[in-house]
């Protein structure tokens, strides 16, 4: 069996062969500064894992490093950046952008692994009309897209967003707005929430319409960790997360695109939510050492009840980057037992790494081939 066809056959939630084994994306620090700057798929060979590659240009994803090289300029929407400090170390971006009705400004840090906001876009609420009116949406060119596709070949699947700085609706909100603040007006003016909530959702459906309908995408990743019950309660997320999620992976699914549903934080209280937003897959049951609550995977499991693939569980700091080889079989092992008995599972860590071990990552991967049905 191929790597595509393992990976295919859990994400549709059934036995592959054995288990099969990768990462949520190769970072580019990790594969400059320990594998000799190759490429994501040279990089899934070496390690001997199966190849989950992650296709990021025009997805419009401020958090990834040197993210303004993708910034979208229309006559309506000019996004210009002040750069204050070009130090990769300690990048410092001020970005003012200019429409026919007004001025939003925004600002970032970064370094050479991420992204981070200083200062958010929306300061006003009739910021969002601006939003609404004038920003640009992104157009994938399906062509690049298919050769990269061709490219991945049988040694995985290739993976996509949908567009914007999260996937999610709720989770771009958070990037737009402080999520502390995002929260208080979700109680105070629900109504202004669920508008700007409805703004995004329509760039997003016109992104899917417009780009995702016959691109060549093994998978579509929506959400974001600002959903995650160590975020919000599950009552918000009821309200402000699930409808339009839902939304969402049905246009995928008209689209003829499969979905996942990405948690980076805590979950175990909104399973129910994440079955009922109709979500083909879910990642990435994060485990209590890298910021979530998934201590026993048997009840996320039994929870999905085959309705919902998995894909994750991995602690990609203690036990990947510090741990021994023996810790990353035992994990290994603990993982396939707990999410893995009925098919349906992809072993992945459960979010970026920076300085795993090479040997550790083969180890881990070794380590999940001898896991078979």
Same mark, same amino acid.
């Given at each position: 069996?191929t790597?595509?066809e393992?990976?295919?056959?859990?994400?549709?939630? &059934?036995?592959?062969?054995?288990?099969p084994?990768?990462?949520?994306?190769?970072?580019g620090?990790?594969?400059?500064?320990?594998?000799?700057?190759?490429?994501?798929?040279?990089?899934?060979?070496?390690?001997?894992?199966?190849?989950a590659v992650?296709?990021? &240009?025009?997805?419009?994803?401020f958090?990834?490093p040197?993210?303004e090289?993708y910034?979208?300029?229309?006559?309506e929407?000019?996004d210009?950046?002040?750069?204050?400090d070009?130090?990769p170390?300690?990048?410092?971006?001020?970005?003012?952008?200019?429409?026919?009705?007004?001025?939003?400004t925004?600002?970032?840090?970064?370094?050479?692994?991420?992204t981070?906001?200083?200062?958010?876009?929306?300061?006003?609420? &009739?910021d969002?009309d601006?939003?609404?009116?004038?920003?640009?949406?992104t157009?994938?060119?399906k062509?690049?897209?298919?050769?990269?596709?061709?490219t991945?070949?049988?040694?995985?699947?290739?993976?996509?967003?949908?567009w914007?700085?999260?996937?999610?609706?709720?989770q771009?909100?958070?990037?737009?707005?402080?999520?502390?603040?995002?929260i208080?007006?979700?109680?105070?003016?629900?109504?202004?929430?669920h508008r700007?909530?409805?703004?995004?959702?329509a760039?997003?459906?016109?992104?899917i319409?417009?780009?995702l309908?016959?691109?060549?995408?093994?998978?579509?990743?929506?959400?974001?960790?600002?959903?995650?019950?160590?975020?919000?309660?599950?009552?918000m997320?009821?309200?402000?997360?699930?409808?339009?999620d839902?939304?969402m992976h049905?246009?995928?699914?008209e689209?003829?695109?499969?979905a996942?549903?990405?948690?980076?934080?805590?979950?175990?209280?909104?399973?129910?939510?994440i079955?009922?937003?109709?979500?083909?897959?879910?990642?990435?049951?994060t485990?209590?050492?890298t910021?979530g609550n998934i201590?026993e995977?048997?009840?996320v499991?039994?929870?999905?009840?085959?309705?919902?693939?998995?894909?994750?569980?991995?602690?990609q700091?203690n036990?990947?980057?510090d741990?021994?080889?023996?810790?990353?079989?035992?994990?290994?092992?603990?993982?396939?037992?707990?999410?893995?008995?009925?098919?349906?599972y992809?072993?992945?860590?459960?979010?970026?790494?920076?300085?795993?071990?090479?040997?550790?990552?083969?180890?881990y991967?070794d380590?999940?081939?001898?896991?078979?049905y």
């Open positions: 069996m790597s595509k393992r990976m295919m056959r859990a994400l549709h939630r &059934e036995k592959p062969d054995r288990l084994v990768t990462l949520h994306q190769w970072q620090y990790h594969l400059d500064t320990y594998m000799g700057g190759v490429d994501d798929l040279t990089a899934f060979r070496t390690t001997g894992m199966d190849a992650q296709y990021f &240009e025009a997805m419009g994803q958090w990834i040197n993210a090289q910034l979208i300029q229309t006559p929407w000019r210009e950046v002040d750069v204050i070009a130090n170390r300690n990048k410092i971006l001020h970005h003012t952008i200019t429409t026919p009705e007004g001025e939003l925004y600002k970032t840090g970064g370094n050479l692994t991420t981070w906001i200083t200062e958010y876009m929306i300061k006003r609420p &009739e969002i601006l939003i609404d009116q004038y920003m640009p949406v157009k994938l060119d062509q690049k897209v298919a050769d990269v596709y061709d991945v070949g049988n040694d995985g699947i290739l993976r996509g967003f949908v914007g700085d999260q996937a999610g609706c709720w771009h909100a958070c990037c737009l707005m402080d999520v502390q603040d995002l208080l007006e979700a109680f105070d003016h629900p109504d202004w929430v700007l909530l409805e703004i995004l959702l760039k997003k459906l016109q992104f319409a417009e780009s309908d016959g691109a060549k995408f093994d998978l579509i990743e929506t959400g974001g960790g600002a959903a995650s019950d160590t975020v919000i309660s599950p009552d997320h009821r309200e402000f997360c699930m409808p339009y839902r939304r049905r246009a995928l699914h689209a003829g695109h499969i996942t549903y990405h948690t980076c934080g805590g979950m175990m209280h909104i399973l129910d939510l079955v009922e937003n109709e979500t083909d897959a879910s990642e990435t049951l485990p209590p050492g910021g201590t995977p048997d009840k499991r039994r929870a999905f009840g085959g309705k919902v693939a998995m894909i994750g569980g991995m602690d700091f036990v990947i980057t741990g021994t080889e023996q810790d990353i079989r035992t994990e290994v092992q603990r993982l396939f037992e707990g999410f893995g008995p009925d098919g349906g992809i072993l992945s860590m459960s979010d970026h790494f920076f300085d795993a071990p090479v040997e550790n990552l083969k180890v991967a380590a999940a081939r001898e896991c078979a």
